[in-house]
């Protein structure tokens, strides 16, 4: 049971490029999440989808989209990255109000 | 949205003395309050939660208050170990459903 799989796990990017960061959960959970984190500012959410075909944006949503492509996969685009987005990212899943499961983190750093 | 406050930002113990961390949220309709550990380069991980029908629940050093009155809610570690050296989130939700995390508390237990 491998829970929440994300991927990459490291990644560099220069300014303006393009990257998609995959998540899989197989608990059968029926939300999903994209949390991201920086020093002092705890876990912000960027996008989430309560079900399979719907998303829903967070606290943070500006420079990404999000494709809740089944149940199981849910993945984070910056279409444009920015120094900006330079964070450890974390895909997260939950069975609707029960405990959330956390990836083990994607490190990204934009040059 | 909801707003969660932490503090300390961070706290220096002594090994085998208590640790106590505070977390006050916004959002009145928030019933569930969990607690996450994060050690250095790895997910967050939940350590104990409560909902708004109880005021207080144990496992073994651990516990965790809530006054829902003053929206306001409180994690105890008694005994501390160097293995309790971590960074600890609170975080609060309407039905465990998109959770608001405050900014972290970096935790060091001196031996």
């Known amino acids: 049971n491998a829970g929440v799989t994300q991927t990459p796990k490291f990644q560099v990017l220069k300014t303006g490029q393009s990257m998609t960061l995959q998540c899989a959960q197989d608990?059968?959970?029926?939300?999903m999440y994209w949390y991201r984190q920086d020093p002092g500012m705890g876990l912000r959410l960027i996008y989430y989808s309560a079900s399979e075909g719907t998303t829903d944006k967070g606290e943070v949503p500006n420079g990404y989209n999000v494709s809740r492509l089944n149940k199981r996969e849910f993945s984070l685009r910056l279409e444009s990255a920015a120094p900006s987005q330079t964070s450890v990212y974390f895909c997260?899943?939950?069975?609707?109000?029960?405990?959330?499961?956390f990836g083990e983190g994607s490190w990204l750093t934009v040059v | 949205g909801e707003n969660v406050e932490q503090h300390p930002s961070t706290l220096s113990v002594q090994e085998g003395d208590s640790a106590v961390i505070k977390c006050t949220y916004s959002?009145?309709?928030?019933?569930?309050f969990p607690w996450y550990k994060q050690e250095l380069g790895k997910r967050p991980q939940l350590i104990i939660d409560?909902?708004?029908?109880?005021g207080e629940k144990k496992d073994q050093r651990i516990a965790v208050t809530l006054n829902k009155t003053a929206k306001h809610f409180s994690l105890h570690i008694t005994e501390t170990q160097p293995e309790d050296s971590a960074v600890y989130f609170c975080a609060a939700s309407v039905g465990g459903y998109k959770l608001s995390f405050g900014a972290g508390t970096t935790v060091t237990v001196r031996a």
């Open positions: 959002d009145s309709a928030s019933n569930y």
């Open positions: 608990m059968n959970h029926n939300s």
């Open positions: 409560i909902r708004s029908n109880v």
């Open positions: 997260a899943s939950d069975a609707s109000g029960n405990t959330i499961y």
